[in-house]
């Protein structure tokens, strides 16, 4: 077992895991959110491909492009789902259905080839899937107004677009050092058609730069999702990368001011975690009364 490939896997946990959090703190609307990441994204391209120079055919090239667009689109769709249900609620949805798309991607493209490692990873899958619901779990006693219907179908879309972000590069065999400057070129492509379309407007603006610097988070655990992928397989190194759900839904807790209802909490603890109260009895989750 290639130690060193399944540690860069887990990169991407803590720096997917900060970007909702940030981009969240920082402001912006979805597109202007989405502009500043690929605005971060290029410039990490731009070095890498100096330091790297990989050699390009039209194919690699037209191919990472829209693997780059069809991020845009799971990106926008993210972080609308985010203004929908907010991060500790719409992140566990989004991750959890992008491990679960990502995953079937990677056993059709002939991963997961023999019957128990299909037996393994369709019982973690099943349990991802049980962890989503109770991650997401709302109770409705603080009067907050969430907006289900809109919040789910948005992330279906996005689940979508990241899905095939990485699925398109992992059918073509193209490796993350090549892709990353096309990539972001599609991303920044996609965005202004996605806005310009949908939203009569061009992301070009302050807080779109100000979000720059999550562009620079992204990238870094973007090329580690990457790499290991080719070394590990899309469908272990994706669903490693979003573990990030345990980032995100703390980050928006205890960063973005998000409440968690002491029943929301307990449906955890009394699941997964009836010894923590033990350790740590002094945790809360901002519980709201």
């Given at each position: 077992m290639d130690i060193t490939s399944y540690?860069?896997?887990?990169?991407?946990?803590?720096?997917?895991?900060?970007?909702?959090?940030?981009?969240?703190?920082?402001?912006?609307?979805?597109?202007?959110?989405?502009?500043?990441?690929?605005?971060?994204?290029?410039?990490?391209?731009l070095v890498v491909f100096f330091i790297k120079k990989p050699d390009f055919t039209t194919a690699i090239f037209l191919f990472s492009m829209l693997s780059g667009v069809f991020w845009a689109i799971g990106s926008i769709g993210q972080f609308m789902g985010i203004q929908y249900l907010g991060v500790a609620k719409s992140m566990?949805?989004?991750?959890?259905?992008?491990?679960?798309?990502?995953?079937?991607?990677?056993?059709?493209?002939?991963?997961?080839?023999?019957?128990?490692?299909?037996i393994f990873g369709f019982t973690a899958l099943a349990l991802i899937i049980v962890g989503i619901v109770?991650?997401?779990?709302r109770d409705n006693k603080d009067g907050t107004k969430?907006?289900?219907?809109?919040?789910?179908?948005?992330?279906?879309?996005?689940?979508?677009?990241?899905?095939?972000?990485?699925?398109?590069?992992?059918?073509?065999?193209?490796?993350?050092?090549?892709?990353?400057?096309?990539?972001?070129?599609?991303?920044?492509?996609?965005?202004?058609?996605?806005?310009?379309?949908f939203f009569r407007l061009l992301p070009v603006n302050k807080p779109a730069l100000k979000n720059?610097?999550?562009?620079?988070?992204?990238?870094?655990?973007?090329?580690?999702?990457?790499?290991?992928?080719?070394?590990?397989?899309?469908?272990?190194?994706?669903p490693v990368s979003q573990a990030v759900v345990i980032i995100?839904?703390?980050?928006?807790?205890?960063?973005?001011?998000?409440?968690?209802?002491?029943?929301?909490?307990?449906?955890y603890h009394n699941r997964y975690g009836h010894y923590s109260r033990r350790i740590i009895p002094d945790l809360s989750l901002q519980y709201s009364r």
């Open positions: 540690l860069i896997a887990c990169i991407p946990i803590l720096s997917f895991g900060l970007i909702p959090v940030v981009a969240t703190w920082l402001g912006g609307k979805p597109v202007e959110q989405s502009m500043g990441i690929s605005f971060g994204s290029l410039l990490f391209a566990p949805v989004s991750n959890g259905g992008q491990i679960i798309g990502t995953s079937l991607v990677g056993v059709l493209l002939g991963e997961w080839v023999t019957s128990q490692s299909k109770f991650t997401s779990y969430i907006q289900w219907g809109k919040g789910l179908l948005i992330n279906l879309v996005s689940v979508i677009g990241f899905t095939c972000y990485v699925g398109i590069l992992k059918y073509k065999n193209i490796d993350g050092w090549t892709s990353i400057l096309p990539q972001s070129l599609g991303q920044i492509a996609g965005i202004i058609l996605i806005s310009l379309l720059g610097v999550v562009g620079i988070i992204w990238a870094v655990g973007n090329l580690a999702l990457l790499v290991s992928q080719a070394k590990i397989g899309l469908a272990v190194a994706y995100s839904v703390l980050g928006g807790v205890f960063i973005n001011k998000e409440t968690k209802s002491r029943k929301e909490v307990d449906l």
